[in-house]
């Protein structure tokens, strides 16, 4: 036997060692470093990054890449036929989590009561599953005892989103969409003022999101005959009023601010890609938080989509600065290795849909989309502790 580490052993350790050396030059700097770890319907998510006292999560020297032994694409989402969780999904989402778990304790010396292991709300949007206590204390073993599960509400998610995702300042003037791939997040807060006390309001019906709606238009086509991406196009151009637009239309009444607020953000892994994909080197810059999203971006990538067949794919030979250049390149390919096609269609037509309903176009609003979505839980967590 050799006595010296495989190459790919080699591998693993140095990308440890990097982040955890990351995590060093950042804690020297003052700010305090969280770790969460999201049970979704597709899959298992780690990230640890510094939070400023502020509240304001430091992009720069977020650590969402770890080397991971365990399955970490587990498919909770995929039920049994009784509506449970699978026994081997339950079990493969305890080995991720200790996993990851370890990492973040041992490896990047994160505290654990700066560490928060939550359920995104897509697991539970249609309901609780029979056995969620069994996935409860799969979690308690992942971590000693030292972590329990949150269970997130689409309204607690809100919260959270908004807390972390949008500017302070913004709170009382914005509306917040985040497009996860199982179900959609839309609301808006309202701060205490006079005798009005804090509220968040959201929208309750149940909204697919990337994935659940790339799915019910397959089974549409499906049950009329059809097939091809033509097909596909216009079936989800179709059904989007249905999908969206009718569902928040339902809640505008009880909750005008949905209508009458002039700024919205965006957040989650499709709004995330399409704007990659059509801003790749704005959507990367490390001193941009937001990003502006005019509508218009929106419908020509759905609209070369539908014409071509083809993912438009952005070209940077003309960009000089080659570290902005190699960023937008990584970017729009991790963008094309996660999302199919189709699940951009999909993702196009729901935030058209939102953009019609919402009436972006007609009342003028400015559209932004947040970077600091995917960690705005954690950052949320924080900031309400305060």
Request: glycine share 8%.
């Given at each position: 036997?050799?006595?010296?580490?495989?190459?790919?052993?080699?591998?693993?350790?140095?990308?440890?060692?990097?982040?955890?050396?990351?995590?060093?030059?950042?804690?020297?700097?003052?700010?305090?470093?969280?770790?969460?770890?999201?049970?979704?319907?597709?899959?298992?998510?780690?990230?640890?990054?510094?939070?400023?006292?502020?509240?304001?999560?430091?992009?720069?020297?977020?650590?969402?890449?770890?080397?991971?032994?365990?399955?970490?694409?587990?498919?909770?989402?995929?039920?049994?036929?009784?509506?449970?969780?699978?026994?081997?999904?339950?079990?493969?989402?305890?080995?991720?989590?200790?996993?990851?778990?370890?990492?973040?304790?041992?490896?990047?010396?994160?505290?654990?009561?700066?560490?928060?292991?939550?359920?995104?709300?897509?697991?539970?949007?249609?309901?609780?599953?029979?056995?969620?206590?069994?996935?409860?204390?799969?979690?308690?073993?992942?971590?000693?005892?030292?972590?329990?599960?949150?269970?997130?509400?689409?309204?607690?998610?809100?919260?959270?989103?908004?807390?972390?995702?949008?500017?302070?300042?913004?709170?009382?003037?914005?509306?917040?969409?985040d497009i996860g791939s199982g179900n959609v997040k839309c609301g808006y807060h309202h701060p205490k003022r006079g005798l009005h006390v804090e509220t968040n309001y959201a929208v309750s019906d149940v909204i697919e999101g990337t994935v659940a709606y790339t799915k019910t238009i397959q089974v549409e086509m499906a049950r009329s005959g059809r097939r091809g991406f033509?097909?596909?196009?216009?079936?989800?151009?179709?059904?989007?009023?249905?999908?969206?637009?009718?569902?928040?239309?339902?809640?505008?009444?009880?909750?005008?601010?949905?209508?009458?607020?002039?700024?919205?953000?965006?957040?989650?892994?499709?709004?995330?890609?399409?704007?990659?994909?059509?801003?790749?080197?704005?959507?990367?810059?490390?001193?941009?938080?937001?990003?502006?999203?005019?509508?218009?971006?929106?419908?020509?990538?759905?609209?070369?989509?539908?014409?071509?067949?083809?993912?438009?794919?952005?070209?940077?030979?003309?960009?000089?600065?080659?570290?902005?250049?190699?960023?937008?390149?990584?970017?729009?390919?991790?963008?094309?290795?996660?999302?199919?096609?189709?699940?951009?269609?999909?993702?196009?037509?729901?935030?058209?849909?939102?953009?019609?309903?919402?009436?972006?176009?007609?009342?003028?609003?400015?559209?932004?989309?947040?970077?600091?979505?995917?960690?705005?839980?954690?950052?949320?967590?924080?900031?309400?502790?305060?």
């Amino acid at each position: 036997m050799s006595r010296f580490p495989s190459r790919c052993r080699l591998g693993v350790l140095l990308v440890v060692t990097l982040a955890w050396l990351a995590v060093q030059v950042a804690r020297a700097a003052g700010p305090v470093y969280y770790g969460g770890i999201e049970i979704g319907a597709k899959g298992i998510k780690v990230v640890a990054l510094p939070i400023g006292k502020d509240g304001s999560p430091d992009l720069a020297h977020k650590i969402d890449r770890l080397p991971h032994k365990a399955v970490n694409n587990v498919t909770l989402g995929d039920l049994a036929p009784d509506g449970s969780y699978r026994t081997e999904a339950i079990s493969e989402a305890r080995s991720a989590v200790a996993d990851f778990y370890n990492q973040l304790t041992r490896d990047l010396k994160v505290p654990p009561e700066h560490i928060f292991v939550v359920a995104g709300s897509g697991l539970t949007a249609k309901g609780e599953p029979p056995n969620f206590d069994a996935l409860r204390k799969a979690v308690v073993e992942a971590t000693g005892g030292a972590s329990k599960l949150v269970k997130i509400d689409q309204a607690t998610e809100v919260d959270l989103l908004i807390r972390g995702a949008i500017p302070r300042q913004d709170w009382g003037n914005a509306v917040l969409i985040d497009i996860g791939s199982g179900n959609v997040k839309c609301g808006y807060h309202h701060p205490k003022r006079g005798l009005h006390v804090e509220t968040n309001y959201a929208v309750s019906d149940v909204i697919e999101g990337t994935v659940a709606y790339t799915k019910t238009i397959q089974v549409e086509m499906a049950r009329s005959g059809r097939r091809g991406f033509a097909d596909f196009c216009e079936a989800a151009e179709r059904l989007r009023s249905k999908a969206v637009v009718e569902k928040v239309a339902n809640q505008i009444a009880r909750k005008p601010g949905l209508e009458n607020r002039t700024r919205i953000y965006l957040s989650g892994g499709a709004p995330w890609a399409i704007v990659t994909l059509t801003n790749p080197v704005g959507s990367t810059r490390p001193d941009a938080l937001i990003v502006a999203v005019p509508l218009d971006d929106i419908r020509k990538f759905r609209d070369e989509l539908r014409r071509t067949g083809r993912v438009p794919v952005p070209d940077l030979s003309s960009v000089t600065d080659k570290n902005a250049r190699n960023a937008a390149e990584e970017a729009v390919r991790d963008a094309l290795d996660n999302f199919t096609k189709e699940n951009l269609l999909a993702g196009a037509e729901i935030l058209l849909g939102f953009a019609d309903v919402l009436k972006w176009q007609e009342l003028n609003k400015d559209v932004y989309f947040t970077r600091s979505g995917v960690v705005a839980w954690i950052v949320g967590f924080v900031e309400k502790a305060k």
